[in-house]
């Protein structure tokens, strides 16, 4: 059974830093790797998909890396913001009809 | 385009009141799915839709039930509601699991 662990579990940066968010899974055999950003009490907001066949993708500030060999993904926020405060999850599909398998997410809180 | 829309937002339920919680989506998706969400376990599949007139339960199907009578709405049914069942249940759909999903705003229910 697939399992996505997310580390940390918790960040608190100053604006400006740059900082980067892991993901780790246990089986390579991955079909899509999906970063979510989720607000307090809102939905899931997706911020970039990663075909299997991908190395990374960009848009913006962030930009997500995969690399299935290793069984991790990153993912990178240039010049952080107050407004990039949420909780981010890390979501792979194994191919199948069956979804998502989920990371518990990393909190971030960007200070002013 | 609206995208993936829960019906209610919330709910307050006595322990053995049924209910049934809407998801409907206007991207013309085969695929639907219901999650939950509780603190510490992150989101866990609860059935999930192929296509019309299919279901298919997932890591947490116990206490629920589903109908996808039409390709847009997929229904999530509690029988008799239990304390257990509070949490924050989220619809996603997809065009196919290799291009993501999309997520609806939630369902935040609660089983007094």
């Known amino acids: 059974k697939q399992e996505v662990t997310q580390i940390p579990a918790a960040l608190s940066v100053p604006e400006g830093e740059n900082l980067v968010l892991n993901c780790s899974f246990t089986d390579s055999a991955i079909y899509n790797l999906q970063w979510f950003r989720q607000d307090p009490g809102k939905g899931l907001t997706s911020l970039l998909l990663?075909?299997?066949?991908?190395r990374e993708q960009t848009s913006g500030r962030l930009n997500a890396s995969l690399d299935k060999s290793s069984g991790r993904s990153t993912l990178y926020i240039a010049a952080s913001q107050p407004g990039d405060s949420a909780t981010y999850l890390c979501a792979l599909s194994g191919g199948g009809a069956d979804g998502l398998t989920f990371g518990k997410g990393t909190h971030l809180i960007i200070q002013p | 385009n609206a995208g993936v829309t829960q019906t209610p937002k919330f709910r307050v339920l006595k322990t053995g009141q049924s209910m049934t919680l809407l998801c409907a989506q206007d991207m013309n998706h085969e695929y639907m799915y219901w999650y939950r969400q509780d603190p510490g376990m992150g989101l866990r599949l609860i059935h999930y839709s192929v296509g019309e007139g299919t279901t298919a339960k997932g890591e947490v199907p116990d206490g629920y039930n589903v109908s996808r009578l039409k390709k847009q709405n997929f229904l999530l049914g509690l029988e008799s509601a239990a304390p257990s069942q509070t949490s924050v249940y989220f619809c996603?759909?997809?065009?196919?699991?290799?291009?993501?999903?999309?997520f609806g705003s939630g369902t935040r229910l609660t089983v007094v």
């Open positions: 990663i075909q299997s066949s991908q």
């Open positions: 996603a759909s997809s065009r196919d699991p290799y291009r993501g999903y999309t």
